[in-house]
Every structure is written in C-alpha cells, then in structure tokens.
C-alpha cells in the first residue's frame, strides 16, 4: 500500500513538474506579485522605495532617488531639459513588463531631449493622487503632465500583492483569502508557478469578476472623488502654465464586448471630463477596434497591459508630446 501511495505521489509531482515546465516555456500565463520591502508607507500613503531594485511581477524594476521606475539603476535625467510627468497606478508603472517596453519606457527612448517622471505607483488611487497633488512641484521645467486613468482609480484603498502576503483585495471579495495560511501560499504561487496562474486564469476568469465588481462601484458613485481631484490638479497646472492631459484606459474584460453596458465607466468619467473641460483622450474604443484585443493585455489580468498593449498606447499618445 505505501508503495503505491508513493507512487502516485511521485507520478503527481512529476505531472506537477512537467506542466510547470510547459507553462513556462509557451508562457501560458504571466506572475504576479511585489517583493518586499519595494513598498514604504508613511501616513497610510506608500510610495515604492527610493534608490532600490527587485522583482514586481516576474521582472527586476528599478527605481531612482525620487521612488520613479527608471530603466537601470545608473539612469539619470538630463538636466535643464523639459519634462513631462507622468501619473498613474500600477498600469502606467507597467506592471511586469520591461521598463523600456512600456509606453512611458518607449517615450522616454523616442524623445531622447524630453526627461519623464514617471510618478506612477503599484496600488495608488484617487486618495493617493489626492495627497500627492503638489509632487509634481519639486521639478523643474515641467511642461506637460499626463494622468493615465484605470477605472479602479474610484477605490480608496490600496491593492498590492506582496510575494509573501497576499493583500486582501477591495475589489476582489474572495472569502477564501480570509485565512492567512491560504493567503500566503496564494501569493507565493503567484509569483512562482506560471501553471498555477494558468489554471486559475481559466477556471476563475479574473478579469471578468474585477470588472463585474469594478463597474457597480460606477453605477452607484457620482465620482465626486474623481471630479474633484481632476479639477483642484487642473486649476494648478493652469496657474503655473502647464497642460494636463488625461488618458482613460480599458479593462480586458470591456473589449470583449464593447457595448455601452460594459463602457459606462468610460461614459461617466467623459461626462466629467467635460464638463471639467480638460483635454482628454478615451483609449477605449482603440482597444475594441484591435484584431485580438486580448492580446494587448497581460495574460489572465484585468487591467495591466502586454508589450503590445504599452506599444498601442505609445502610438496612440506620442504625438501628445
């Protein structure tokens, strides 16, 4: 009896093994997950790390002495030139894609006499871009500042995976993840096992259930919060002679069936936009009208982008420089 137990045993661990491998080496899915101690917090306001590097979602990022993703750890901003400052949440920061493939990564290589701050942080939401209104401030020759909008920006807590303790999404109201020792293994796997974010990419659709939830958040809000943060932003930058720009993104789940149900979200914040009268663009629609929509996001999420996805994006925007 033991021997065939064992047996069994070692014939799922080889199974185990090769499907890993298999995920791997077709890249069937993509990890997730912050190392520690990449993310400080001070006054329930966090920040990544300044002068550090590690691994955020499968790829080794570095950030400078102002807590921005730059390219390398020797990178540094030409001084006296004219920049662009970026804000953002986790997509802008491009969550698990090289820096130089993100779309920011690209402007910075395409316009070599431009210097962009990418502001951008995992998690960060209205109150984040609330309390960190005059950032943008402690740099000079700032001309230009582009906020790129995710729809779950309305949250107002954060939603980081740490590899070694799996957050309790807001946004995700899974009550499995209520026990710590699952909670941790989650998040262990998730930033280990190309198989097991494959397997639950498919039997959970992710990016179906963030959107189901990410969109009864619009349908019953008003985005004050929103409005009210894009108008104090606006007021600012036009004293002080710089244009605002505003781009809205897409969830993966939207471009599937891009129909005015599923774009309310979209609907909402254009109706601010306007209202505010301040430049923006809705990405959305190019999104939609893409041959394989799917492919411009990362595999099995909601919301963050591929390296096709971030090339769209750079194409769609270089000319707003």
Do not use: W
Request: aromatic share 14%; with cysteine.
């Amino acid at each position: 009896m033991k021997k065939v137990i064992l047996a069994n045993i070692t014939i799922i661990v080889v199974l185990v093994f090769f499907l890993e491998l298999v995920s791997n080496f077709f890249k069937l899915s993509n990890l997730k997950g912050i190392e520690p101690g990449l993310i400080i917090t001070n006054e329930d306001i966090h920040q990544m790390l300044p002068n550090s590097s590690g691994i955020h979602f499968g790829q080794k990022i570095y950030i400078d002495q102002y807590g921005f993703r730059v390219p390398s750890k020797d990178f540094f901003y030409k001084k006296n030139n004219k920049s662009i400052f970026i804000i953002g949440d986790s997509t802008a920061f491009g969550n698990g894609i090289l820096e130089q493939k993100t779309f920011i990564g690209k402007l910075r290589e395409f316009f070599t006499n431009l210097n962009f701050y990418n502001s951008s942080v995992p998690g960060y939401n209205i109150k984040h871009f609330q309390a960190n209104i005059d950032k943008v401030d402690n740099f000079d020759n700032v001309k230009k500042v582009f906020y790129f909008i995710t729809l779950n920006d309305i949250y107002g807590g954060q939603s980081i995976l740490d590899l070694t303790q799996n957050k309790n999404l807001n946004h995700e109201n899974i009550s499995i993840k209520k026990n710590s020792l699952i909670n941790k293994l989650n998040a262990f796997l998730n930033s280990k096992s190309y198989f097991y974010m494959f397997f639950k990419g498919i039997i959970s659709d992710p990016s179906k259930r963030y959107f189901k939830n990410i969109k009864k958040n619009y349908e019953k809000t008003d985005l004050s919060n929103m409005k009210d943060y894009i108008s104090n932003l606006n007021e600012k930058l036009n004293r002080e002679n710089i244009d605002l720009k505003v781009f809205i993104l897409p969830y993966e789940f939207q471009t599937r069936n891009c129909s005015n149900e599923n774009l309310v979200p979209q609907n909402k914040i254009n109706l601010i936009l306007k209202d505010l009268k301040v430049y923006y663009q809705d990405l959305t629609n190019n999104f939609c009208k893409h041959s394989n929509p799917k492919s411009l996001f990362y595999k099995f999420d909601p919301m963050h982008l591929s390296d096709k996805g971030h090339s769209l994006v750079f194409n769609l925007i270089k000319n707003e420089i």
